[in-house]
T-cell receptor, first 113, second 114 residues
Framework: DQQVKQNSPSLSVQEGRISILNCDYTNSMFDYFLWYKKYPAEGPTFLISISSIKDKNEDGRFTVFLNKSAKHLSLHIVPSQPGDSAVYFCAASDNQAGTALIFGKGTTLSVSS | DTGVSQDPRHKITKRGQNVTFRCDPISEHNRLYWYRQTLGQGPEFLTYFQNEAQLEKSRLLSDRFSAERPKGSFSTLEIQRTEQGDSAMYLC????????????FGQGTRLTVV
C-alpha cells in the first residue's frame, strides 16, 4: 500500500506559467515532507522541504503548501522555465519512527518554450 | 566536488555473480542511506547508518544484500548471487544528524544483471 501518492504521472506547462505538482499521503504520523527533482541518469536533487508545524514554505520560485487535515501537499513553481523539466518526487518521513524517506512514484514535468 | 560520490556509475554483471558498490558521503554527514530505484518508481529505502552503526534495514534488504560503513565514513553495498530482479539504480544519500534534515543523493550506480 503506497503511503505517498503522486496521482499525476505527467504535467505539461508553458514557460512563464505556474506549475502545480500534487502529492497525497496516508500516514498521519508523517511530520516532514520534501520535494526532489531528478534528471535522467542522475540522482535526486533536493528542492524544498516543509515541517508539519508549517503550512507553507517558500524558496525563490518554489513554494510548498501543506494541508495536514487533507493529508495533501503541493509544489508550486512560478514562473516555470524549460530547465524545470524533470521528474519531481514527493517524499515524507516520520521523525519518531526513523529517518527513512518514503517516496511517491514521481511526476514528469515538461515545460515548453 | 563535495557532494555524495558513488562508484561505479554503471555495472553489468552476469546472474549469480557478486557485486559491490561504494558510496562516499558528504564529509560532515553522520547519516548515510541506501535506496533502490526501478523504472517508474520512486526510490525505495534499503538501509540507514548513523556513523558506523546500521540502525534500520528494510524488508527489501534480503539476506543476499549486505551493507557496511566500517569507519563511519564511506559505505559499501554488496549483493551476492545477483538475480535479474536486482537490476535497478542504487542510490546513496547522506544527511546531517537531527530532525527535519534533508538528504543529499549521489548520482547512483546503475546495475544491470544479464
Amino acid at each position: 500500500d503506497q503511503q505517498v501518492k503522486q496521482n499525476s504521472p505527467s504535467l505539461s506547462v508553458q514557460e512563464g506559467r505556474i506549475s502545480i505538482l500534487n502529492c497525497d499521503y496516508t500516514n498521519s504520523m508523517f511530520d516532514y515532507f520534501l520535494w526532489y527533482k531528478k534528471y535522467p541518469a542522475e540522482g535526486p536533487t533536493f528542492l524544498i522541504s516543509i515541517s508539519s508545524i508549517k503550512d507553507k514554505n517558500e524558496d525563490g520560485r518554489f513554494t510548498v503548501f501543506l494541508n495536514k487535515s487533507a493529508k495533501h501537499l503541493s509544489l508550486h513553481i512560478v514562473p516555470s522555465q524549460p530547465g524545470d523539466s524533470a521528474v519531481y518526487f514527493c517524499a515524507a518521513s516520520d521523525n519518531q519512527a526513523g529517518t527513512a524517506l518514503i517516496f511517491g512514484k514521481g511526476t514528469t514535468l515538461s515545460v515548453s518554450s | 566536488d563535495t557532494g555524495v560520490s558513488q562508484d561505479p556509475r554503471h555495472k553489468i554483471t552476469k546472474r549469480g555473480q557478486n557485486v559491490t558498490f561504494r558510496c562516499d558521503p558528504i564529509s560532515e554527514h553522520n547519516r548515510l542511506y541506501w535506496y533502490r530505484q526501478t523504472l517508474g518508481q520512486g526510490p525505495e529505502f534499503l538501509t540507514y547508518f548513523q556513523n558506523e552503526a546500521q540502525l534500520e534495514k528494510s524488508r527489501l534488504l534480503s539476506d543476499r544484500f549486505s551493507a557496511e560503513r566500517p569507519k563511519g565514513s564511506f559505505s559499501t553495498l554488496e549483493i551476492q548471487r545477483t538475480e535479474q530482479g536486482d537490476s535497478a539504480m542504487y542510490l546513496c544519500a547522506s544527511s546531517l544528524d537531527g530532525i527535519d534534515t534533508e538528504a543529499f543523493f549521489g548520482q547512483g550506480t546503475r546495475l544491470t544483471v544479464v
